[in-house]
Every structure is written in C-alpha cells, then in structure tokens.
C-alpha cells in the first residue's frame, strides 16, 4: 500500500502509537482506517466491506449496528452522562445492570463491582483474593496460578497471569506470587499414546504437585477460562475442569472464571461455566456484556469473599480500590440494553442454532496437507496450520504463515485474526447461516493461497 500525505493513514503514521501491532511495519505500510459497521461487517475508508470473523476482539455480540444501543448511550448521556461509585453513590443504571448480572450468573455469585476493561477486571480480582486473604488473617496465602496459554490482560498484574511471552517480553514481567501450571490442549500437549482421561489426570497431579512444592498455605486462587481464547481456542477436555476444581477444593484455594470470552452466550450456554462444569467463586467479565459499545467490565464475588472484603473494608476505612470510569453510567445502560436484546432475541439459542454450521464448515478442512487441528464449540472455533500433519511439527517461524493466511482472508473480504498459525474465528453472535458461508468461503479460498504458498517456499 502506498501511503497518501496528509492522508488519515500517513496522520496515524505521523501520531498514533499502536497497540499490538509492529510500528515500523505500520510506518511503512500505513494501516486499514475502519470507518463504519453494518451488521456483521465493516467497512473501511476507501469502501472495502469486510465480514468480522472474530467481531473485533471477540466482543461485538450484537454486531457493529444495533440501534437500540445507540439510543440506550444517547439517552442516559442527555440524563446524566457521569457519575461514579464511590463514598456511597451510585446511578440508576449501575442499579438495574447490577441486579441483572448477579440474577445472570451462577447462584453462589451474589455482588458485583464495575470496571472498564478485561484487564482492570483481571487485577481487581487479584487485589480482592489478596484483600480477602489479609481479612481472613492469612497474610502468606497470596500465591495465584495461572495456564500456560491463557490471557488475561495486559496491565501488570493481569500481564502476569497472561503466560504468552508476547505480553511478557520486554516488559519485566511476570512480578512475584504469579505461577503457571499445564493447559488442557490435548492434541499439542498430550504425550505418545495417552489418552484424554489420562491427559486430565496428568494435569491435575501437575496441579497438585506445583500446589505442594509452594506449600498449600500460600496459594490462593487459580484463575483460567472456561476455554482459552487467545492462546488458540483451546477446548478443554470434558473431565478436565471437575478434576482441576477436586484439587482447589482439597487445599481451599478460590476458583476465578475469566470469562471475558466466553461469557453471555458464546459457548452455546449463557456461561462458559456452564458449558464447562465451573462453580467459580469470582468471575470477570467484559467484552460483549456491552457488546463492545462501551468500555465496561465486571468481576462477581461470592459472599464469603464479599463478606470479608465488607470487613476489611469497615476496619480499614474504605475499600480503598475503584476507578474514576468504573460504574459509568452510559457504559451501564448500554450494557443493560445488551444483556435485554440477548434474552429477547434467546442468544444462547441461536448460537445453539447457527454454531453446528460453522464448527461442521470448518471442520471441513481437515484434509488439508497443512492444517493440524480444527476445534471449537458454539460460535467460537480455531483452524491450527502445522508444516506436518504427522508430527504436528509447527512452521518455522510460527506466525509467519498465519500472518499469511490472515493477509489472503482480509483482501478476499473476511478478517480472521491469527495467533501464532491458529486461526480463530467468533463472529458476532447475530450471524445468519449464510453469513457463515461467507466466512467458510473466504477461509476457503484463503487456506488455496496459503496452501500453494507454502509449497511454493518450501515451508511444509
Ligand atoms: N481475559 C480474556 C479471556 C481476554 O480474552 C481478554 C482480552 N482479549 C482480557 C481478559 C483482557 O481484556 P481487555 O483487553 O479488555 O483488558
């Protein structure tokens, strides 16, 4: 691409320091300026439209139009576009939206606190398992544990927790009492000949052990997605999680459910929780309880854990942790109107409904010389491209033809997004069948190029 001076792309060049994204490759090539959104699509400045495979960064439920959204901001911004949370105040909506979260989720859950992002959400729970273990009188059980491949965030502490050394490097991190244990990928992880039940039973006793080398009293809390999203989609196998929660319980360790991913609808229930078996003392949430429309995320305790931090709070003064944005009212009535628009239009049905053409569509591709895996549940599901399908034996360097692939797929008309050689698609809930087979059209015709070149460079 050639960029135009003075054009939008040559001013973001000359102002615009990017998140996620290689700067000298946007000095050189300038970026896509997205300039509207219809349904499923978006549509960019010079009116290429683009089918959004993962609904931005898998959070725009209701896809990129949903007027009533639009009206629920413009309303409650003319009434009262701020207020905050603190020293005892509050908003009508922040009301309503925290009455409706904690009815949503799952019954233990019975308090809500409000901030603005995954990450926030991610740090805040930390800080209340530290708080709420200080309350208990248990100063040296602070030790949280995390996956290998599992992201949550990017602020320090959720920096910590996120185990992709993409987040990590060049950033001295993780900081202390952050340990990581296995994740629940069978087919990269499981060894010669072992089979799932096996695999499970391998992971707990990895658990179990890295539990007992730190010593039990100071652990306090392991944190993990009901299925890895940005490590690659990872579905975990079905006795997975009940033997995970059988180890916490025996050395009372709290289980927090990040679900920022998976949560309002995306695994074919209305928490990955659910899908996955989870009986979570916290859980975070974010992303499409706005259905992106608005920056606000929560994390829900239960009430042994409120009950303390209720405490600690009436002993040290205050709950001394809050945000200036969190419990934005115009993030809440949007959120409000989102959580309303899913049960209306039964979201957690028609994922039920539409995910079997997408999952069934992808899983077509199997076949291919260069795909190692296609796995998924509901309407969230990965494509991994290996250079050899016997040996799983990943291209080198990994990303390079995934980058590849997400390149073909954007100029054909649908944005994927890779990670590494994973391909992950999560479209916007909203998605009709034959929106679908616009999506398996273009992976199609992207997995034709990226096949041909690979071979033509000798990758495979
Ligand atoms: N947790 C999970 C599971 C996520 O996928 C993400 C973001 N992709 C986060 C936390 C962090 O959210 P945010 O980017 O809003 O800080």
């Not at 102002?15 to 549509?43: C, F, M, Q």
């Not at 320090?156 to 992709?164: F, Q, R, V």
């Not at 945000?323 to 109107?337: D, K």
């Amino acid at each position: 691409m050639t960029v135009r001076s003075n054009s939008a792309a040559s001013r973001d060049i000359a102002y615009h320091l990017h998140p996620y994204t290689n700067a000298r490759k946007n000095e050189d090539e300038g970026p896509v300026i997205i300039d509207r959104g219809e349904g499923v699509y978006v549509i960019d400045d010079q009116g290429n439209r683009y089918l959004e495979a993962l609904a931005g960064l898998w959070c725009t439920g209701l896809g990129f139009s949903e007027e009533r959204l639009v009206k629920a901001a413009v309303d409650q911004m003319a009434k009262l576009p701020y207020y905050h949370s603190f020293a005892q105040k509050t908003a009508s909506p922040v009301v309503d939206l925290a009455e409706k979260i904690v009815e949503m989720t799952p019954a233990q859950l019975t308090k809500v606190f409000f901030a603005n992002s995954g990450s926030e959400a991610n740090d805040t729970a930390i800080k209340m398992v530290w708080y709420y273990n200080n309350a208990l009188d248990r100063p040296e059980k602070k030790k949280i544990i995390s996956r290998i491949k599992g992201y949550h965030g990017v602020t320090i502490a959720a920096a910590s927790l996120t185990a992709m050394p993409y987040v990590q490097a060049g950033f001295d991190l993780p900081i202390k009492n952050i340990i990581h244990t296995g994740a629940p990928h069978y087919y990269r992880f499981a060894q010669e000949g072992e089979s799932e039940e096996a695999f499970t039973d391998r992971l707990a006793q990895e658990l179990e052990e890295l539990i007992q080398s730190e010593g039990p009293d100071t652990v306090a809390a392991f944190i993990g997605e009901p299925l890895q999203g940005a490590g690659g989609v990872i579905v975990p196998p079905e006795s997975y999680w009940p033997k995970i929660q059988a180890v916490l319980k025996k050395y009372d360790i709290l289980l927090i459910a990040d679900e920022v991913i998976c949560g309002f609808g995306r695994t074919g229930q209305m928490f990955g929780s659910d899908t996955f078996g989870l009986k979570p003392d916290i859980m975070t949430l974010a992303k499409q309880l706005s259905s992106a429309y608005a920056p606000i995320s929560a994390v829900l305790v239960s009430d042994p854990i409120y009950q303390a931090v209720a405490d600690n709070s009436a002993k040290l003064g205050s709950f001394g942790h809050g945000y200036t944005y969190g419990a934005h009212p115009v993030a809440a009535a949007v959120a409000l109107e989102t959580l309303k628009i899913y049960e209306e239009r039964k979201i957690v049905e028609q994922v039920q409904a539409v995910g079997p053409r997408l999952q069934d569509g992808l899983r077509r591709f199997e076949d291919s010389p260069i795909v190692g895996e296609v796995r998924g549940i509901g309407l969230i599901a990965a494509v991994e491209l290996v250079a050899d399908k016997a040996s799983k034996a990943p291209f080198d360097p990994i990303g390079k033809v995934g980058a590849y692939f997400a390149a073909s797929a954007q100029a054909k008309g649908v944005i994927f997004r890779n990670l590494g050689d994973t391909i992950a698609a999560c479209p916007p809930m909203i998605i009709t069948e034959a929106e679908i087979d616009i999506l398996l059209d273009g992976f199609a015709a992207a997995l034709a190029e990226t096949e041909a070149w690979v071979a033509e460079q000798g990758l495979a």
